[in-house]
């Protein structure tokens, strides 16, 4: 009987459905074990070959997790709201639940076929009402609630409000937008309006107006992920920078526990510091600059207050507030032109270029709080209006892009004593004559001859004393833009009343979209929800436009597959205190920046407010690394309707064309497919060799323009699922990326057919027998589990699956077909191979899944040597091999070693002067 692994791979997965085999409960009396993927955006080109990579890594680990006696939570859902869909529908008409549905559909099918252990009685989709109840609950939560510095966590607004009432803002430490001031009465005075918008100023979400990235083409904010180069990634169309009314999280509130949470997580170095560094914890001083002729103040961060003698101009951002105040009339026209051009780039793109140097001059000046020296103020798009205060110092003997700036518009760089350790920025316009002695800046004063950190601190000091700055812990991190001007997205549960925000009552959740007669900006420029009829509230206040962008529904849905079908809570106390976290989550790196960071936020909030029981959500993360396509190409001999084959292209003047990868085998091309494949090649000619097309190749990116993208339901057709998975694994590395070469798939398919003949002879009989194992035997087993087990906790998945193809070319040389080596073998490939092991645990006689067996014991008796092969050599040079015992003495094993009768004809003649035993390794007989 052959390996029909279509009929198996069926029948397996059927099973697997009839009896929910992977169905997952609360069990107290096993240990939990959760296992995450980043879910999918189901996208209607389905699934290429390099999609599965991770979900194949985190069912390996799942399996082989439940078979150590774990009870494992695997679930999976889809990220489902998104713009294309969204734009989709916009060009065809069609209600993007429609498109999506099908999408899911379709990936539905194509995980099924691969044979994961989810448990599909968990399924989140995003766009679900159900599910996105608890976003729009999370969201009220968030507005009802404040972050309060002192307790380091959130708190009620309600206290907040009790506080104002009795206090005003004295003894507050809350984070805030802008810093208030005010009394208990003057609180008590204001209108019920002016104290809503006040509260806005402390809201973890709240109403502002910020700069967004616009696409006036799509009508609707962009994410900085989702532009590139000033253009939209979804159909390349301009985005500007606009200031717009937006609701935000005040994710900058929880900067620090963000920060220090990364010292409690395994999670990768690498990963770890870039979430460090776009937190961008910085420890330095705010200083005062009053602005001449002016009652403005322009207010600075900087880490380097030390430097402050050096400062030559002053910098905005083109987005500040002080902007229209200090450009002067005579300058209104060039910083008109100059924000108009800003707006063009993203703020990602002004920190990443660093060549482009750009700004323009206000005709203001500042006064140096220290030396009073006059600095003009200066606009350029290389200072963010986000990080510090939107306005710098800058020093450009001291900073690359200050020095950069200064040279392009021949500002002044000043004479400078360079201190210890510190090297200058470029020396090119410094004077000849500078002071040798160690400092800073000349005429520098009291801190000449300072080491750099004491510098700092005695400046920090003095400015604090003279009432001109404060020392000040500062943070990259921006509070997230939460709106977007689309339809396909979770609406917000948030009404109008007297043009104040309000949030819909806990029973009125979900507000379920609306349907719309077009998915576009109405004729007024509002949001598509803007052509919704009725969409008010019962008593008719209006509700909110816009809607959540794509990382809302992402950012606590592991959090939901714990307890999915709970329309009381998120999650019950139950079940939270039971799943707790997420143990290990597999999922790309690209994420690093944007939804780690924000379901870390998410979560840190439900854990002040007592809704989750740990403070972070993801123990554990691996990045899985991406599988390239391999493309293949042939050569159309140019003005001709004539390919060559890849050795002989060098006789021609040809041009290489990207071929269809499915229609070629091992580098062949398979003629007649190539002319059914484009109509224009029905009629072309070939020069072959040997017979043969032979097509070149190259690794690239797997993309459909490259005609390089593998089905995963093609190699299941041609292969099946367990081949599919095996060579996924053997590709390599997990964490590295890696091309798909469909030329290897074959020696892991006949791994498997070999596999299947230990337990299947070529009649189709049944060989596997009860025999007791031998010790070569049970060696070869207990050596699988040892390396099988060390090389799953690590990851190694590439050398496991090594492993299996070294075990089993062993077990065929010992002509084993016992079943006590071949059923736990079976186990330990379960869960790289599920149907298969399935297959052959039944006909050993087993009932029920191997899912539910237990992983085998390993007992390092059975790798003891009991004799060792030793190399025997004669003056360094191996002769021959000889085997004795393994606790053999040294006295013995030369006396063996010299009395050997192989050894007679090296020693014939000659005298022994010296014998060298390493014992368990060589034998070197010395002759002279």
Not at 9 to 31: A, C, F, G, H, L
Not at 83 to 107: K, V
Not at 280 to 297: N, Q
Request: negative net charge; proline residues 5%; hydrophobic residues 35%.
């Amino acid at each position: 009987m052959e390996y029909n692994f279509n009929e198996i791979e069926r029948k397996w997965q059927k099973y697997w459905v009839d009896n929910k085999t992977y169905k997952t409960e609360i069990d107290p009396s096993r240990p939990k074990f959760y296992v995450l993927d980043m879910f999918p955006y189901p996208s209607g080109a389905g699934l290429h070959v390099g999609h599965p990579l991770g979900y194949i890594a985190s069912d390996i680990y799942s399996r082989y997790k439940r078979l150590n006696g774990f009870n494992v939570l695997h679930p999976m859902g889809y990220d489902a709201y998104g713009l294309p869909a969204e734009q989709y529908a916009i060009q065809t008409g069609q209600h993007p639940a429609i498109t999506t549905e099908q999408n899911i559909a379709r990936y539905r099918e194509q995980l099924d076929k691969i044979g994961f252990s989810y448990d599909w009685d968990r399924e989140v989709k995003t766009c679900d009402p159900d599910y996105y109840k608890w976003t729009q609950w999370a969201f009220v939560k968030m507005f009802e609630h404040y972050y309060d510095n002192d307790a380091k966590k959130a708190m009620p607004i309600t206290n907040l409000i009790s506080h104002f009432e009795k206090n005003g803002t004295e003894g507050i430490n809350a984070n805030q937008t802008e810093e208030l001031t005010f009394t208990a009465s003057e609180w008590k005075s204001k209108s019920e309006i002016e104290q809503q918008e006040i509260l806005l100023n402390y809201r973890l979400a709240y109403l502002a107006d910020t700069m967004v990235n616009w696409c006036p083409a799509l009508g609707t904010v962009l994410a900085n992920d989702e532009v590139k180069d000033g253009f939209s990634e979804r159909g390349g169309h301009p985005v500007e920078q606009k200031r717009m009314k937006q609701w935000l999280l005040r994710v900058s509130a929880y900067a620090e526990r963000l920060l220090t949470g990364l010292d409690t997580i395994e999670w990768s170095d690498s990963l770890k510091e870039i979430q460090r560094y776009w937190i961008g914890r910085s420890e330095g001083a705010e200083m005062i600059f009053p602005v001449k002729d002016s009652e403005v103040e322009m207010k600075i961060f900087t880490t380097r207050a030390d430097t402050v003698f050096g400062v030559t101009f002053m910098v905005l951002a083109p987005e500040s507030e002080l902007v229209q105040q200090l450009t002067k009339p005579e300058h209104k026209a060039d910083v008109d032109a100059y924000l108009e051009e800003t707006k063009k780039r993203t703020e990602r793109e002004r920190q990443t270029d660093v060549k482009r140097v750009t700004g323009v001059f206000t005709g203001s000046y500042a006064i140096n709080p220290l030396n009073n020296q006059e600095i003009p103020v200066w606009i350029s798009d290389y200072v963010l209006a986000g990080y510090g205060t939107g306005a710098i110092m800058a020093v450009p003997a001291h900073d690359s892009r200050d020095f950069a700036f200064a040279r392009t518009f021949n500002l002044p760089i000043p004479q400078v004593v360079v201190p210890k350790g510190e090297e200058p920025a470029d020396t090119s316009t410094w004077s000849d004559s500078i002071d040798s002695k160690e400092g800073y800046m000349i005429n520098s004063g009291f801190i000449n001859g300072l080491d750099v950190p004491d510098a700092i601190e005695k400046t920090k000091q003095y400015i604090t004393e003279k009432g001109i700055g404060q020392v000040k812990v500062n943070y990259r991190l921006r509070d997230a833009i939460f709106s977007r001007q689309r339809y396909w997205g979770e609406p917000f549960p948030v009404y109008y009343k007297d043009g104040m925000p309000n949030m819909l009552p806990f029973e009125k959740l979900p507000l379920e979209l609306p349907e719309v007669d077009k998915y576009l900006p109405t004729e007024k420029g509002e949001p598509p929800l803007g052509r919704a009829k009725n969409w008010k509230t019962e008593d008719g206040h209006p509700l909110e436009l816009n809607t959540m962008p794509g990382f809302a529904g992402s950012s606590a849905y592991y959090l939901r597959y714990m307890d999915p079908k709970n329309n009381d809570a998120l999650v019950s106390k139950e079940a939270n205190n039971y799943w707790q976290d997420v143990d290990l989550y597999i999922g790309g790196t690209e994420h690093a920046t944007g939804h780690l960071v924000y379901s870390r936020f998410w979560n840190k909030f439900l854990y002040d407010i007592g809704e989750v029981c740990k403070d972070e959500p993801f123990k554990k993360l691996v990045n899985q690394g991406m599988i390239q396509g391999r493309s293949n190409f042939v050569y159309r001999i140019k003005g001709s309707n004539q390919f060559v084959s890849l050795n002989l292209k060098k006789d021609y003047d040809v041009m290489e064309i990207h071929v269809d990868v499915n229609i070629v085998h091992n580098d062949v091309l398979d003629i007649e497919a190539f002319k059914a494949w484009n109509p224009e090649y029905k009629d072309a000619e070939f020069i072959l060799e040997d017979g043969k097309y032979i097509c070149g190749w190259a690794v690239e990116k797997m993309s459909k323009s490259m005609y390089n993208v593998v089905n995963p339901d093609t190699i299941v057709e041609q292969y099946g699922a367990d081949t599919l998975r095996l060579y996924e694994m053997f590709l390599g590395p997990l964490e590295q990326s890696k091309p798909w070469d469909t030329n290897g798939i074959d020696g892991v398919h006949k791994f498997l057919r070999k596999l299947w003949r230990l337990f299947v002879n070529r009649e189709g009989q049944f060989i596997v027998t009860d025999e007791a194992p031998n010790k070569d035997e049970l060696k070869v087993l207990h050596r699988t589990i040892k390396k099988t087990a060390d090389d799953v906790e690590r990851f190694s998945f590439n050398t496991a699956v090594s492993s299996f193809m070294i075990c089993v070319n062993d077990l065929n040389d010992l002509k084993c077909h016992k079943k006590a080596i071949l059923e736990p073998l079976l186990v330990l490939l379960a869960p790289f191979a599920p149907h298969i092991a399935e297959e052959l645990w039944q006909k050993l006689g087993n009932s029920g899944s191997i899912c539910d067996a237990n992983w085998p014991e390993f007992n390092a008796g059975h790798l003891i040597e009991s004799s060792v092969l030793y190399p025997v050599s004669f003056n360094g040079k191996m002769r021959f091999k000889l085997e004795l015992p393994a606790d053999m003495k040294v006295p013995e094993i030369e006396k063996a070693a010299v009395e050997n009768e192989q050894s007679q004809k090296w020693i014939e003649g000659k005298q022994v002067k010296k014998i060298i035993v390493v014992p368990g390794k060589i034998i070197n007989i010395v002759v002279g």
